[in-house]
């Protein structure tokens, strides 16, 4: 059956996402609540509809801070400034956080539908919608499971169909599988090429603009049009490097040296 994830989808003029000299700081955040916890300086992010960018970078350098500011949040207690998305553009966002956060007490199918309840879509729409895609995302029969049921793979994916389930225009993906381990992250990996969620040259204009947050090079590189790296907190773009279709290893190579210039770095932030 083919499914498609972006029927519903509105059009957007490009870019689908921009952000300009962002600077993210937590007043009184520091250690023992001494200073301030600058998590981002003067980040600067564009992204075309159509695009898939990874964002990578090591812990607490500010990728999810990052995340919720494209989706047009303000952190809590955070001071913001510089240009960040404009509030309202949150509403063409939909963002999948860092943690599953599928609720226990209902089954798979209506976690599913949360998103596009809250977004006020038609729950008889939204619901047929959200079958046809259990089976795109390998979880027919499983529509009446509870969230302890599903092995973390499924809880993943069920999550990231949630998120995909409104037909936003843009997806913004807080390592979706960052729990998993290596074997199933990399089953997933293949999956999610294969599900091609920017919808490449999709006729009808109806691509979506992804940004991906992971720990993982190699997910970026498999993914990815785009790979920006982030320095050591404050989170600053070190790199901005286009995905070659040939070459990946030197494209790994010079990933892993902005990321670990002292040349320690195993391929996993
Ligand atoms: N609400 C908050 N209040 C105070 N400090 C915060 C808050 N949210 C994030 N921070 C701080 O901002 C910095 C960046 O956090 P963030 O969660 O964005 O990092 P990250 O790159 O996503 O890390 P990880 O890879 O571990 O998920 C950290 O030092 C964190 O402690
Ligand atoms: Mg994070």
Request: hydrophobic share 45%; glycine share 12%.
């Amino acid at each position: 059956m083919t499914t498609s994830l972006s029927t519903e989808a509105p059009t957007t003029s490009a870019p689908a996402l921009e952000v300009a000299g962002l600077t993210v700081t937590f007043p009184g955040a520091g250690p023992r609540g001494v200073g301030d916890v600058v998590a981002l300086h003067d980040v600067a992010l564009r992204v075309e509809v159509e695009e898939f960018v990874a964002v990578v970078g090591p812990s607490g350098c500010g990728k999810s801070t990052l995340l919720r500011v494209l989706a047009g949040l303000t952190p809590s207690g955070a001071t913001v400034t510089g240009r960040p998305v404009d509030p309202a553009r949150g509403r063409d966002t939909a963002w999948m956080p860092q943690r599953d956060g599928l609720l226990p007490w209902r089954r798979a199918l209506p976690n599913a539908l949360v998103g596009a309840r809250i977004a006020g879509q038609d729950r008889v729409v939204a619901e047929a919608r959200a079958r046809a895609l259990f089976d795109a995302f390998g979880l027919a029969g499983f529509e009446r499971a509870w969230p302890h049921e599903l092995s973390g793979g499924m809880r993943q994916r069920l999550a990231l169909l949630r998120t995909c389930l409104p037909g936003r225009p843009v997806l913004l993906l807080d390592e979706p599988f960052g729990a998993l381990d290596a074997i199933t992250r990399r089953r997933m990996n293949g999956w999610l090429a294969g599900l091609d969620l920017a919808g490449h040259g999709r006729q009808g204009g109806a691509g979506r603009a992804v940004v991906l947050v992971t720990h993982d090079v190699d997910e970026a590189l498999l993914l990815a049009d785009r790979v920006v790296v982030l320095s050591d907190r404050p989170g600053r773009v070190v790199l901005d490097l286009p995905v070659p279709r040939d070459g990946l290893d030197e494209a790994r190579r010079e990933l892993l040296g902005a990321l670990d210039p002292q040349g320690r770095s195993d391929g996993s932030t």
